[in-house]
């Protein structure tokens, strides 16, 4: 079954937005509901057949109500080439000769929102499963992200049409998913210590040509839509929103065919905090 839904593409030194009509079809959907309900049990089954599709956004210069008017029915907007192709080549390099830093990803809640104290919760280990590092192994990338997306915080927060922040701190992760890995529906800020995430990001790398299948970035609201994991590109969207990872296929299983992101939270400035800047 396929049909017809508007894709959005947006110029990128312009001040209007084209549209025109691509054929899509259901089966990655279909996909999600038949082949996945262990992994995404309630929701999915709930879920009607949406109009799912790419939205490529290199950058969305529109009016107020047309940005309104998009953000109304998208959940992110979406980076591509965001870095420089020489970082983006060397920050894959360094994630595959550093694959001893990267551990099994864990969830962690809070058992009263009032409680600011970090709890592993047993019940959650079949929520997820990828490796991660943190930022003290990769500073130097860290530093390279930060400021280009500080640099343009002011676009990002009017593209997306949220209220502009003080930024505190900008946590970052790098994560690597392989063969059967997945993280199940979430929201990014749903306990006390995570309440000052106010943007998330994820930016994806991965070799060329790409080794892997699946590895969507799904989300459920506004509008249920599918982001395809794309080397050297950045989505930005609101942490409270439900999103997922669809499981990834890689045949050859080698760390080095991972699908890879550099993922996090810019974080608003406590006030005890003062503000970061690029």
């Given at each position: ?18 549209f025109y009509r ?165 929201v990014d800020n ?12 994820v930016y994806y ?74």
């Amino acid at each position: 079954m396929a049909m017809y839904v508007p894709i959005i593409i947006a110029a990128t030194e312009t001040t209007f937005l084209y549209f025109y009509r691509k054929r899509i079809t259901f089966s990655l959907c279909k996909h999600f509901r038949n082949e996945n309900t262990t992994l995404f049990p309630d929701i999915l089954k709930r879920l009607p057949i949406p109009d799912i599709c790419q939205i490529e956004i290199p950058r969305l210069l529109v009016t107020l109500y047309d940005k309104r008017n998009f953000m109304s029915h998208y959940p992110c907007i979406i980076y591509k080439d965001f870095l420089p192709s020489d970082i983006n080549a060397a920050l894959l390099q360094h994630a595959v000769l550093n694959q001893e830093d990267f551990h099994a990803s864990k969830i962690f809640y809070d058992k009263r929102k009032e409680v600011d104290e970090k709890v592993n919760n047993p019940k959650m280990e079949n929520w997820r499963k990828s490796q991660f590092t943190d930022k003290k192994t990769f500073e130097f990338f860290y530093e390279v992200l930060s400021d280009k997306m500080l640099s343009m915080f002011d676009e990002i927060c009017e593209n997306l049409n949220i209220s502009k922040f003080e930024v505190g701190d900008i946590e970052m992760q790098m994560t690597s998913h392989n063969d059967g890995d997945f993280y199940k529906p979430h929201v990014d800020n749903g306990s006390a210590d995570a309440s000052r995430r106010s943007l998330t990001f994820v930016y994806y790398f991965h070799s060329l040509p790409k080794q892997f299948s699946g590895g969507q970035l799904l989300f459920f609201q506004p509008k249920p839509s599918v982001i395809e994991p794309e080397n050297n590109t950045i989505v930005f969207f609101d942490p409270a929103l439900k999103h997922a990872v669809h499981p990834v296929q890689c045949p050859s299983r080698l760390f080095e065919h991972s699908r890879f992101t550099l993922n996090g939270w810019l974080r608003k400035k406590t006030s005890e905090q003062e503000p970061v800047s690029a």
